[in-house]
């Protein structure tokens, strides 16, 4: 008498009823199934995904209140001095254009989803700027400009050549805008209302972006615009360290 073919019993883990979160923002299943039905935790392929996947949400989370040290030093100061606005739109130009190129391409939102909050807390500031110079009116206007065009750049008017365009000039508008910074700061002898905590969370978070761009997007200019934007923000934190015991007072007395 033949004997019945036994029925493999499915593999189970104790992490299975973290399976859809865990599936949803670090990992494909069959990385899941490598580490917790496999135990193989070892396997490099699955741990780059992990890695680029935590990377990628952290530095989201962190961007939510990357630049609100920056505001808060401005509102408590009451002052932009040593801010450049004309750095800050070039910031604004490259943000936003790394934000539609993203989402023109489908990328997942852990690959660029720092890019929405450091774009609203830019804009933030850039008004800042303008009301404490004097200019209120103006700043008002920016903002309605500003987000305008945004609305314009992320609808299906807006041809994908022109998206492609905006993102290949991500690099030169970091570039000037980080030495426009720079040059400011050299010139006024101090790094002003500059916040610290705010330069040294985007050097560190353009850092990790550039690994997570190459895992995750594939996108060499993606990439490339990271490395920039890793070297400039390394140039303003350097400066930040190097001016740190100097300010406008001292400057003053000095004079």
Not at 110 to 136: C, D, K, P, R
Not at 143 to 157: E, Q
Not at 219 to 245: E, F, H, K, P, R
């Amino acid at each position: 008498m033949a004997s019945p073919v036994m029925e493999e019993l499915p593999k189970n883990s104790v992490l299975d009823p973290l399976k859809g979160l865990l599936l949803t923002y670090f990992m494909p299943e069959s990385c899941y199934d490598e580490f917790f039905l496999n135990f193989n935790f070892l396997d490099v392929p699955c741990l780059k995904i992990v890695l680029s996947k935590g990377l990628g949400i952290g530095i989201i989370l962190g961007s939510v209140m990357v630049k609100l040290p920056q505001i808060l030093k401005l509102m408590g100061a009451k002052s932009a001095d040593g801010l450049s606005f004309n750095s800050v739109l070039l910031e604004l130009l490259a943000i936003t254009g790394t934000m539609a190129y993203s989402i023109a391409n489908s990328f997942p939102f852990s690959a660029w989803g720092e890019a929405l909050f450091l774009m609203l807390q830019t804009v933030a500031i850039g008004f800042l700027i303008m009301h404490y110079g004097g200019n209120t009116v103006k700043g008002v206007l920016f903002l309605v400009v500003y987000f305008g065009l945004v609305a314009l750049l992320l609808s299906p008017v807006t041809p994908m050549p022109v998206v492609m365009a905006m993102q290949a000039s991500n690099m030169p508008a970091i570039i000037i805008g980080r030495l426009i910074q720079v040059v400011t700061n050299y010139r006024n002898g101090h790094t002003g209302q500059l916040s610290a905590i705010t330069v040294f969370m985007l050097f560190a978070g353009s850092l990790a972006r550039i690994f997570t761009s190459i895992q995750e997007t594939g996108d060499s200019l993606m990439a490339l615009t990271y490395v920039i934007s890793s070297s400039c923000n390394g140039l303003i934190a350097a400066q930040l360290l190097y001016y740190w015991n100097s300010s406008p007072a001292q400057k003053k007395k000095t004079e």
